[in-house]
């Protein structure tokens, strides 16, 4: 598995970081990058033809913009091209690029990071867990993988696609719909008198609340959504309850 050249299709939140680590880890790759928004300052943009001829392909795409992506490179993309889907929700995703690139070789991976969280470790990666829920690789290729990632710094956790749903369903949308709330709320500003764990309860909210686009996609795309949401409201009531009842 000779790698020379990787293609970035979509330069939204996570194209610009995906760049940035391949730059950091990977020196003396090609890289080509391809987005819809080609105004960008400084910024050259290859043709979507010539990005997805690339060895690998990192789709870095709104998880709503999956189809339609995956049908403008079907035209172009080589056999032997890597497909890597790297979206929040994997069930859809990854049933989505099976379907559609049923012979293509393909890793299914979600990166537990982003922009916020690489900021705020100032551009460490030391302990980021990236989960992965299917490959096609041989085992040889993938243990070199793994050694890679290891290498780098990244913890592999691998699980199934359905696990991995569930469990974002309770951690990461509990996160987001926590810290868009408090945003809408008025309570993420910082004030004086914030406690330590204040600070950082509004930090990690701040890292999150911007996010709009991908937790209603996460909200969409993922079944287990709706059942957290709910348990999480019969929570709020039970809490609200034994609030205004306490004597």
Not at 155 to 164: A, N, S
Request: charged share 25%.
């Amino acid at each position: 598995m000779k790698i020379q050249s990787v293609g970035i299709i979509g330069y939204g939140a996570f194209g610009p970081l995906a760049e940035k680590l391949l730059k950091k880890f990977a020196k003396g790759l090609k890289i080509k990058v391809w987005g819809r928004e080609r105004a960008l300052a400084s910024k050259k943009f290859a043709q979507l033809q010539e990005v997805a001829k690339c060895d690998v392909v990192i789709l870095a795409v709104p998880i709503r913009n999956y189809d339609e992506v995956l049908e403008m490179i079907r035209p172009y993309i080589r056999s032997d091209t890597i497909v890597v889907d790297i979206a929040t929700v994997k069930s859809y995703t990854q049933s989505l690029v099976k379907e559609k690139f049923s012979t293509q070789p393909r890793l299914h991976i979600h990166p537990m990071f982003g922009p916020g969280s690489f900021k705020r470790t100032k551009g460490s990666v030391e302990g980021f867990p990236i989960v992965v829920t299917q490959h096609t690789f041989t085992i040889r290729e993938y243990r070199a993988l793994k050694k890679f990632a290891k290498r780098c710094g990244f913890q592999i956790v691998e699980m199934t696609v359905d696990e991995h749903d569930r469990r974002i369903s309770e951690t990461l949308f509990i996160a987001h719909l926590q810290s868009q709330t408090l945003k809408r709320s008025g309570f993420l500003k910082k004030t004086a008198f914030d406690t330590p764990s204040v600070r950082l309860m509004k930090e990690a909210a701040e890292i999150v609340s911007s996010d709009t686009e991908l937790f209603r996609d996460v909200v969409h795309y993922n079944k287990y959504c709706r059942d957290a949401m709910i348990h999480w409201q019969e929570a709020q009531s039970f809490i609200w309850k034994l609030l205004i009842e306490a004597k």
